[in-house]
């Protein structure tokens, strides 16, 4: 029996059972450690990919097992972590506008599924990398920064913020493959800056600097919308 093809799947199952754990650490009313667990999905969903282009032992039934296991991880998850947030300022009714992130989460990965062109480059925000952006945002809630104490601080910051993580899953927009083809400087400068501003954060902030990170993640995926379109077509 060759054991080797079902490492992939090994750690796209500790995935899954990564997101698990995080809706476990919710329901005890842990909501950093449900954040953490997004981060160690996060840690295990690269290395499925990695381990099957490596090993060359991608299948269709490694693809859709990934995409069932990143729903929960980077789209459960981070819906009740959104809803335990909005809970604290609203009603379990407001609270409800998270299941949005779910929605969105799942026709992101089902488009993913069947379109072939993305390969090099993503349509619409990836579901881990919005995931990032919900948990950097439970990383911020006691840091006391008033630049995004707006979205955290009160009801109405964080339905917007919800409403904008469930269009940016699906938005008709080009975003930043996370994939370095060749280490070489051209054509890889995007990645590069943003691999150097992250550190940055990281290691000024720790765990707070996810949130800044990932919304420059943004900003740099529009810049190339906006100014080199032709290059990614």
Known sequence: MNLIKYIPNTFTILNLLS???????LYEGNLVHGAIF???????????????????AMSRLGKELDSLADLITFGVLPAFLLYQMILVHG???ISLISLLVVIGSAFRLAR????????????????????FLIAGLVFCWD???ELFSIIYGNLWGLVVFTIICSFLLNVPLKFMSFKIKEFVIGGNE????????SILLLIIFNFKGIFPATLF????????NTFIRKALS
Request: contains cysteine; glycine residues 8%.
């Open 91 to 93: 009603t379990p009714y």
């Open 143 to 145: 840091a006391d920064w």
């Open 190 to 197: 995007f990645s590069i800056l943003l691999a150097l501003v």
């Open 19 to 25: 997101g698990c754990m995080g809706l476990i650490s």
């Open 217 to 224: 993640y943004v900003l740099l995926s529009l810049v190339q």
């Open 38 to 56: 997004i981060l160690i999905g996060a840690v295990f969903d690269f290395l499925d990919g990695f381990s099957a282009r490596i090993l060359n």
């Open 112 to 131: 993913f599924n069947i379109d072939e062109s993305q390969k090099e480059i993503f349509k619409g925000m990836p579901t881990p990398a919005n995931a």
